[in-house]
């Protein structure tokens, strides 16, 4: 924005087929999102519904624009002109002021400088709150304040981060943990399905979302939780087997809880909780 790079609306589809500088098809991406997003706030999204419609009967983006907004592509350009300097106008000018402080937060982290590192971080997040990358500075902030022993204003950053679009799954798993401490389980939930966007493979996301539908009497989302966690191969299979046998217990499947059960103690013979569902099982068997 603060190079003029953004595209006229009728040539956009050229930032991303035929890029005359590196980065210009994510440059495009950003600039496709905003455009939408004023059509949202000016007009409704019904008419962006509209426009779908328009490009499925063969429409270009011009033609679509004009017949479903009635304006001519010279006056859209003009208007999403206005909404980019009336939302980013101010940040854009202050956008040296905002780099000097994002690097100087995560500076102050190396140097231990932890509070530094938070008011740093501070400055930064109010220029620019909405910046989530996985160098934000609410990263940096949560990290000095973790070393500063504030559980408290930990948990509010990586929140705040997490609430404007933030991805980073370390960040994420560190905030679903602070839920799962408040007995907060749907808010850890979201959480951890957002992780998952990220970081699809990660064993101890779906080890704990399984683990929270379980608690929360959803034996069939836990199951097909665990056997992703199987299918991934982790390096504790006797635990594995041992949730999906948990699950098609609560699940009233006899037969199958058996089945992965006598597999997680065939892995690990004194594994002591497999032994225990298998007193658990042979005692309802008895009565």
Do not use: C
């Amino acid at each position: 924005m603060s190079e003029g790079k953004f595209l006229p609306v009728a040539e956009l589809d050229d930032g991303f087929m035929r890029p005359t500088y590196e980065d210009q098809v994510i440059v495009s991406y950003m600039q496709a999102g905003l455009v939408f997003e004023f059509i949202d706030i000016e007009y409704g999204f019904d008419k962006i519904v509209d426009m779908m419609y328009k490009f499925k009967d063969g429409s270009n983006s011009v033609e679509a624009i004009e017949s479903t907004l009635g304006i001519s592509i010279a006056d859209f350009d003009a208007h999403f002109k206005q909404f980019i300097d009336i939302e980013y106008g101010q940040m854009l000018s202050q956008l040296p002021t905002w780099q000097e402080d994002q690097i100087a937060s995560f500076k102050a982290l190396e140097t231990e400088d932890w509070q530094a590192a938070v008011d740093a971080a501070t400055r930064a997040n109010f220029v620019y709150p909405d910046y989530v990358e996985v160098d934000s500075p609410y990263i940096a902030m949560a990290r000095a304040y973790t070393r500063l022993n504030d559980k408290e204003n930990e948990f509010k950053t990586l929140e705040t981060f997490w609430q404007r679009g933030g991805y980073a799954p370390r960040a994420l798993l560190a905030l679903a943990d602070d839920y799962l401490e408040r007995d907060q389980q749907n808010d850890a939930l979201k959480v951890l399905r957002d992780v998952l966007w990220a970081d699809p493979f990660a064993e101890d996301v779906h080890a704990k979302l399984g683990d929270i539908y379980l608690a929360q009497e959803n034996p069939q989302q836990a199951l097909d939780e665990y056997l992703v966690l199987l299918a991934l191969d982790p390096l504790d299979k006797a635990d594995a087997n041992l949730k999906i046998a948990t699950a098609y217990k609560a699940l009233n499947d006899s037969e199958k809880t058996m089945e992965y059960l006598m597999t997680a103690l065939d892995i690990a013979p004194q594994y002591r909780p497999a032994q225990m569902l298998l007193l658990e099982m042979s005692r309802t068997d008895a009565d």
